[in-house]
């Protein structure tokens, strides 16, 4: 069975600092990789996802993720953060030749303060 | 482009009272439709997924149910809501593909958050 560690509950940085956001996952398959954001009160978006070739992947407001498959981590990072990526970040997984199901970490709440 | 709604967005229900939340897809056809449940602190739990109309897997035995009575609408129930069933319900699809994942990006609702007193 999958499952996925988001080990920080809570990241508080300044802005304009850099930030890991760190992600860890156990499968016994190949899996496909994602990263949502979520804003207060509202759905998940989408930030990246690793399907396959390049194991750094770029995703939308300058975040980026590694995928180490020998340390089963996809580590989501930014070289500068805003307030306004103030937000819950969710990793989450699903198995490759398998159903597209989810299974998501517990999340991070991202704090960036002025 | 395709759009997803939810209703209502917040909702205070007694125990013991019956439940209805509805989730509609727009600009989509065979979407594959998924129920989340967000608890404080514990991330998104998967409850319901359909891959076609009548067809729902449940991911954890609960006191919930789910139908897809129509291709882009899907529907979470409760006869007797229990305390437990707090929490923010999200709506969820992507594209139909049946059983076979190919990474499929998911797009959620904005979500029901409901408080059972």
């Known amino acids: 069975a999958q499952s996925v560690t988001q080990l920080d509950s809570q990241v508080p940085v300044f802005e304009e600092a850099p930030v890991e956001l760190r992600c860890n996952y156990s499968s016994s398959v190949s899996v496909y990789l994602f990263w949502y954001v979520q804003y207060p009160n509202q759905g998940l978006q989408l930030l990246l996802k690793y399907l396959s070739g390049s194991t750094l992947v770029k995703g939308i407001n300058g975040f980026e993720a590694e995928f180490n498959k020998s340390q089963t981590s996809f580590h989501l990072r930014k070289p500068s953060v805003h307030i306004s990526d103030t937000a819950e970040y969710f990793c989450?997984?699903?198995?490759?030749?398998?159903?597209?199901?989810?299974?998501f970490g517990t999340g991070t709440r991202l704090q960036v303060f002025p | 482009s395709q759009t997803i709604h939810q209703w209502p967005a917040t909702l205070v229900q007694p125990v013991g009272s019956p439940l209805s939340l509805e989730c509609t897809v727009e600009g989509t056809s065979n979407p594959n439709l998924y129920w989340y449940r967000q608890a404080a602190g514990r991330g998104l739990q998967l409850l319901f997924y359909?891959?076609?109309?009548?067809?729902i897997s449940s991911e954890v035995p609960q006191n919930l149910s789910a139908s897809r009575p129509q291709d882009r609408q899907f529907i979470l129930s409760s006869k007797k809501l229990l305390l437990s069933d707090s929490g923010f319900y999200l709506c969820?699809?992507?594209?139909?593909?049946?059983?076979?994942?190919?990474?499929?990006?998911?797009?959620f609702g904005p979500g029901t958050r409901l408080l059972v007193l």
């Open positions: 359909s891959v076609g109309i009548g067809q």
């Open positions: 969820a699809w992507s594209v139909g593909l049946g059983l076979w994942n190919r990474g499929e990006t998911q797009y």
């Open positions: 989450a997984v699903s198995e490759q030749y398998n159903t597209d199901k989810l299974i």
